[in-house]
């Protein structure tokens, strides 16, 4: 029987360490080729940082290499360096705290999606048979004085080594990591290392942050008690929409054939996301904080805009679709529809979003409050885009129906992607006249909104999660919908023509706390004018 040769802990940390550098890191020996230069300068480059890397991965696990510790923590930094490299080369993703955010927080339907045998393979081959290799090698160590010893000369020497080829290199290797912070965040496996400590300290900052209630001095305007009928807001919040693939925006495509016959449809064209993932994107926008203010355990530790809104006497609702409300209505009424048995719309422990319109009628027919309703949306959420309409809305041929996203041609990834939004277009359009219907008796208004945009390979990228500071318009340019009916504009002062001349203004995820603080009159010291998008729109009047 193969027997391994009993090693020192100074030998398998060394070959640990060149394993981790070369195993996971194709993707990032890739991309370091493309950025430099070819020749011997661009080579040297190369090999120094390897050298660099090598010594740190080594200096690290030389320090943790105990008889209890060593092997528990190589075959785990195996097995998820595994999944780490497969969902980097799959899609193109960088690993950082927002990332892992995501990931994190994301539902058993996302998560089986993208499952794949190319996956377990990943796992199977650079995770499970190296770490059995490792499980059955004996390794060898001293007595506790010799051992330290061993490590204080091993440490040292990799010291030595980072240090000397660090200042022989010093100003290639500068320039390369000062133009180039994606290198750290394609660095397995100390980007998923560095991000899970970053969320953990995250999550005990902010169980440690007592919570904050905001807008306390929060009231409805006086005009309130002037109207004799309810009113509805439906706030939908889109998923994976990105505003260059829609019609009513200017795509070539007409994605939405059914909201540009939309009468009194208002499409902003210059819209920009908070973050590019649901985890940081949601919290944000109803958080009230700028996208440069906004820090993610400050956020969770204190009410948002819902709250504010219900404090001032507002009825709030919101009715999810998807993996929840990343904690921003978690002091009001919630609906989860993901998980109804309706055999028209669901299947699969997943709903098309058609859901969110179920019971809406009858809703607005006992409305007893005036009301702000949240519908978050599965939309477009990847990489199975083909699951996430009916056939019905397949209008654009052939379509990738694999979550391998890189071994479909970019025409069937852009294809399904497509019909995803031509089924959005449907269901907002049948929400708009759904409203429309009601506005004798309620007075009703949409506003929708995508959290992220999404990557459908251009740069090599897909989906979303790109760090906000290197990542594509595509995953930041959303698109920003409007529609109010004429009982509503009447009441609360909105002039939709005037809004329409001002369509193309540069606005953000920003905008929407304080412009709906603004639309439904609600009175409070968060308030900002400058935010508020419906401002310049509202005769004096209505105006704070």
Same mark, same amino acid.
């Given at each position: 029987?193969?027997?391994?040769?009993?090693?020192?802990?100074?030998?398998?940390?060394?070959?640990?360490?060149?394993?981790?550098?070369?195993?996971?890191? $194709?993707?990032?020996?890739?991309? %370091? /080729?493309?950025?430099?230069?070819?020749?011997?300068? *661009?080579?040297?480059?190369?090999?120094?940082? *390897?050298?660099?890397?090598?010594?740190?991965?080594?200096?690290?696990?030389?320090?943790?290499?105990?008889?209890?510790?060593?092997?528990?923590?190589?075959?785990?930094?195996?097995?998820?360096?595994?999944?780490?490299?497969?969902?980097?080369?799959?899609?193109?993703?960088? +690993?950082?705290?927002?990332?892992?955010?995501?990931?994190?927080?994301?539902?058993?339907?996302?998560?089986?999606?993208?499952? $794949?045998?190319?996956?377990?393979?990943? +796992?199977?081959?650079?995770?499970?048979?190296?770490?059995?290799?490792?499980?059955?090698?004996?390794?060898?160590?001293?007595?506790?004085?010799?051992? %330290?010893?061993?490590?204080?000369? =091993?440490?040292? =020497?990799?010291?030595?080594?980072?240090?000397?080829?660090?200042? +022989?290199?010093?100003?290639?290797?500068?320039?390369?990591?000062?133009?180039?912070?994606?290198?750290?965040?394609?660095?397995?496996?100390?980007?998923?290392?560095?991000?899970?400590?970053?969320?953990?300290?995250?999550?005990? *900052?902010?169980?440690?942050?007592?919570?904050?209630?905001?807008?306390?001095?929060?009231?409805?305007?006086?005009?309130?008690?002037?109207?004799?009928?309810?009113?509805?807001?439906?706030?939908?919040?889109?998923?994976?929409?990105?505003?260059?693939?829609? *019609?009513?925006?200017?795509?070539?495509?007409?994605?939405?054939?059914?909201?540009?016959?939309?009468? !009194?449809?208002?499409?902003?064209?210059?819209?920009?996301?908070?973050?590019?993932?649901? =985890?940081?994107?949601?919290?944000?926008?109803?958080?009230?904080?700028?996208?440069?203010?906004?820090?993610?355990?400050? /956020?969770?530790?204190?009410?948002?805009?819902?709250?504010?809104?219900?404090? /001032?006497?507002?009825?709030?609702?919101?009715?999810?679709?998807?993996?929840?409300?990343? !904690?921003?209505?978690?002091?009001?009424?919630?609906?989860?529809?993901?998980?109804?048995?309706?055999?028209?719309?669901?299947?699969?422990?997943?709903?098309?979003?058609?859901?969110?319109?179920?019971?809406?009628?009858?809703?607005?027919?006992?409305?007893?409050?005036?009301?702000?309703?949240?519908?978050?949306?599965?939309?477009?959420?990847?990489?199975?885009? #083909?699951?996430?309409?009916?056939?019905?809305?397949?209008?654009?041929?052939?379509?990738?129906?694999?979550?391998?996203?890189?071994?479909?041609?970019?025409?069937?990834?852009?294809?399904?992607?497509?019909?995803?939004?031509? #089924?959005?277009?449907?269901?907002?359009?049948?929400?708009?006249?759904?409203?429309?219907?009601?506005?004798?008796?309620?007075?009703?208004?949409?506003?929708?909104?995508?959290?992220?945009?999404?990557?459908?390979?251009?740069?090599?990228?897909?989906?979303?999660?790109?760090?906000?500071?290197?990542?594509?318009?595509?995953?930041? @340019?959303?698109?920003?919908?409007?529609?109010?009916?004429?009982?509503?504009?009447?009441?609360?002062?909105?002039?939709?023509?005037?809004?329409?001349?001002?369509?193309?203004?540069?606005?953000?995820?920003?905008?929407?706390?304080?412009?709906?603080?603004?639309?439904?009159?609600? @009175?409070?010291?968060?308030?900002?004018?400058?935010?508020?998008?419906?401002?310049?729109?509202?005769?004096?009047? /209505?105006?704070?």
């Amino acid at each position: 029987m193969f027997k391994v040769k009993p090693l020192r802990a100074e030998w398998v940390t060394l070959i640990a360490s060149l394993y981790l550098l070369i195993g996971f890191n $194709s993707l990032l020996w890739q991309h %370091l /080729a493309s950025v430099l230069a070819s020749d011997a300068h *661009g080579l040297l480059l190369r090999v120094a940082f *390897g050298v660099m890397i090598l010594c740190a991965f080594n200096l690290v696990l030389t320090l943790l290499a105990f008889r209890m510790l060593l092997k528990p923590l190589l075959i785990t930094l195996f097995m998820v360096s595994a999944g780490v490299a497969y969902f980097m080369s799959q899609y193109g993703v960088m +690993i950082d705290v927002g990332m892992l955010r995501n990931a994190m927080e994301t539902n058993a339907t996302e998560v089986r999606d993208l499952l $794949s045998i190319k996956l377990f393979l990943y +796992i199977a081959v650079l995770g499970v048979l190296p770490s059995i290799l490792l499980y059955k090698a004996p390794v060898l160590y001293r007595n506790w004085a010799r051992e %330290l010893f061993g490590k204080l000369l =091993a440490s040292v =020497a990799c010291i030595v080594v980072l240090g000397t080829v660090a200042l +022989i290199n010093y100003q290639g290797l500068a320039s390369l990591f000062r133009n180039h912070h994606e290198i750290r965040l394609m660095l397995v496996p100390s980007n998923f290392v560095g991000a899970s400590l970053g969320y953990v300290g995250e999550r005990v *900052g902010s169980a440690a942050t007592p919570f904050r209630a905001i807008g306390e001095d929060a009231k409805l305007d006086v005009a309130w008690q002037q109207r004799s009928r309810k009113s509805l807001t439906v706030l939908v919040v889109g998923e994976s929409a990105r505003a260059p693939n829609f *019609g009513v925006l200017g795509y070539g495509r007409d994605t939405t054939p059914q909201l540009s016959k939309e009468k !009194g449809l208002i499409a902003f064209t210059d819209v920009h996301s908070c973050g590019t993932e649901t =985890a940081v994107s949601v919290p944000c926008m109803f958080s009230g904080f700028t996208r440069k203010d906004y820090d993610a355990s400050t /956020a969770k530790n204190q009410e948002g805009l819902l709250d504010v809104l219900q404090r /001032a006497g507002l009825a709030v609702r919101w009715r999810d679709n998807q993996s929840g409300c990343k !904690g921003t209505c978690d002091r009001v009424v919630f609906e989860n529809v993901s998980n109804l048995k309706d055999p028209a719309l669901c299947a699969d422990d997943e709903c098309r979003d058609e859901i969110l319109l179920k019971g809406l009628d009858s809703f607005i027919d006992s409305l007893q409050q005036d009301t702000v309703l949240v519908l978050h949306q599965m939309g477009s959420h990847g990489p199975d885009y #083909y699951k996430r309409y009916p056939k019905e809305y397949e209008r654009f041929t052939p379509v990738c129906r694999s979550n391998a996203l890189n071994q479909c041609s970019q025409d069937s990834i852009v294809n399904a992607y497509d019909n995803t939004l031509v #089924y959005t277009d449907h269901v907002l359009a049948a929400l708009i006249d759904l409203l429309r219907s009601k506005q004798d008796k309620v007075d009703t208004a949409m506003l929708y909104l995508s959290d992220h945009g999404e990557s459908l390979g251009e740069y090599n990228l897909y989906l979303h999660g790109t760090p906000y500071m290197l990542a594509p318009e595509q995953q930041k @340019h959303v698109p920003l919908l409007a529609w109010f009916s004429d009982s509503y504009k009447a009441s609360f002062g909105v002039d939709s023509d005037c809004l329409q001349k001002v369509r193309n203004e540069p606005l953000s995820q920003d905008n929407l706390f304080h412009s709906m603080l603004g639309l439904l009159q609600v @009175h409070t010291n968060l308030y900002k004018p400058e935010l508020d998008l419906f401002a310049s729109c509202r005769p004096m009047l /209505a105006r704070h």
